[in-house]
C-alpha cells in the first residue's frame, strides 16, 4: 500500500525558508516521478513542482520558479522541497504526490494517484 507521509512544514516569516520533506514506502519511488502541489484556502490545489525518476529534469510553477528546489534521495525513499524566499502567497496546505502511474510526469493533480496527508506551510508578513 503506497504511503506518502509530509514533514516539515510551520510557520515562518516572509523572506525565511523552509523545508519539506516526503517519506515514502509501499512502492518502488526510484521508478516514479513524484509531485509537490499545495492548496490553499477557498482555492484549487495547484501544482509546485515535479520531478523525475533519476532527478534528471524538474518543473516548477511559475510562481515559485527560482525560490523553490525539489529533490530526492531514492535510497532514502525520501522527496523534498526547499522553499526560500517566502512570501506570504505561499501559505498553504503542501502535498507530496505520486502518480497513478511510474511513467507518468505532469502538472496535473487528476494524474496523481496517491497523497500525502499534507503539512501546512504558513507565511506571516
Known amino acids: 500500500q503506497v504511503q506518502l507521509v509530509e514533514s516539515g512544514g510551520g510557520l515562518v516569516q516572509a523572506g525565511g525558508s523552509l523545508r519539506l520533506s516526503c517519506a515514502a514506502s509501499?512502492?518502488?519511488?526510484?521508478?516514479?516521478?513524484m509531485g509537490w502541489f499545495r492548496q490553499a484556502p477557498a482555492k484549487e490545489r495547484e501544482f509546485v513542482a515535479y520531478?523525475?525518476?533519476?532527478?534528471?529534469?524538474?518543473n516548477y510553477a511559475d510562481s515559485v520558479k527560482g525560490r523553490f528546489t525539489i529533490s530526492r534521495d531514492n535510497a532514502k525513499n525520501t522527496v523534498y522541497l526547499e522553499m526560500n524566499r517566502l512570501k506570504p502567497e505561499d501559505t498553504a496546505v503542501y502535498y507530496c504526490?505520486?502518480?497513478?502511474?511510474?511513467?507518468?510526469?505532469?502538472?496535473?493533480?487528476?494524474?496523481?494517484?496517491?497523497w500525502g496527508q499534507g503539512t501546512q506551510v504558513t507565511v506571516s508578513s
Open positions: 509501499g512502492f518502488t519511488l526510484s521508478s516514479s516521478a
Open positions: 504526490a505520486a502518480p497513478k502511474m511510474a511513467k507518468i510526469i505532469s502538472t496535473r493533480a487528476t494524474d496523481y494517484g496517491s
Open positions: 520531478i523525475t525518476s533519476r532527478s534528471i529534469s524538474t
